[in-house]
T-cell receptor, first 111, second 109 residues
Framework: DAGVTQSPTHLIKTRGQQVTLRCSPK?????VSWYQQALGQGPQFIFQ???????QRGNFPDRFSGHQFPNYSSELNVNALLLGDSALYLC??????????FGPGTRLTVL | EDQVTQSPEALRLQEGESSSLNCSYT??????LFWYRQDPGKGPEFLFT???AGEEKEKERLKATLTKKESFLHITAPKPEDSATYLC??????????FGAGTTVTVRA
């Protein structure tokens, strides 16, 4: 049984560019949450998707947007990248509001 | 706003030297307290969920306990493979997970 998968593993972008990160949830899960983790910090909640709708959102600007597809996979889009957006981006999946299981993350570097 | 504070920030242990990690929290309606383990550059790995004060969970050398204001993760007779960052998170009425900054544990052989 495959766990949560994320792509790409690493990504390097320059300021002002746009990026799309992808996540496939664990089999049987219908909810996807995205987190940003800066070096030495705990993950910070960005938003959560359920039934293709954004159900919850953390304190992140509108430059951060997302989407969930009918197969429950999800994308995180970040526009107008800033140096401060450099971080590990984590996707977590769950069955509704049950325990969240995390993927390996995507390391984004903004130059 | 939900707040989670973990202490200490870092813990260096000798193999076999038991210790405890602390997670104190303030939350509007606790819907679960979670412990995760994270290895460098990887995603957090789920360890335990605790729901009510007095609850305890165990897994190998780890034991998590919960009170109304804090949780402890006890590591008994640790081994070098227990070296990792341990993250605590709370879920409140709005079902968002709020994480602490973590405790980095290093176990020397």
């Amino acid at each position: 049984d495959a766990g949560v998968t994320q792509s790409p593993t690493h990504l390097i972008k320059t300021r002002g560019q746009q990026v799309t990160l992808r996540c496939s949830p664990k089999s049987g899960h219908d909810t996807v949450s995205w987190y940003q983790q800066a070096l030495g910090q705990g993950p910070q909640f960005i938003f959560q998707y359920y039934e293709e709708e954004e159900r919850q959102r953390g304190n992140f600007p509108d430059r951060f947007s997302g989407h969930q597809f009918p197969n429950y996979s999800s994308e995180l889009n970040v526009n107008a990248l800033l140096l401060g957006d450099s971080a590990l981006y984590l996707c977590a999946s769950s069955l509704s509001q049950d325990t969240q299981y995390f993927g390996p993350g995507t390391r984004l570097t903004v130059l | 706003e939900d707040q989670v504070t973990q202490s200490p920030e870092a813990l260096r242990l000798q193999e076999g030297e038991s210790s405890s990690l602390n997670c104190s929290y303030t939350v509007s309606g606790l819907r679960g307290l979670f412990w995760y383990r994270q290895d460098p550059g990887k995603g957090p790995e789920f360890l335990f969920t605790l729901y009510s004060a007095g609850e305890e969970k165990e897994k190998e050398r780890l034991k998590a306990t919960l009170t109304k204001k804090e949780s402890f993760l006890h590591i008994t007779a640790p081994k070098p493979e227990d070296s990792a960052t341990y993250l605590c998170a709370v879920r409140s009425n709005d079902y968002k997970l709020s994480f602490g900054a973590g405790t980095t544990v290093t176990v020397r052989a």
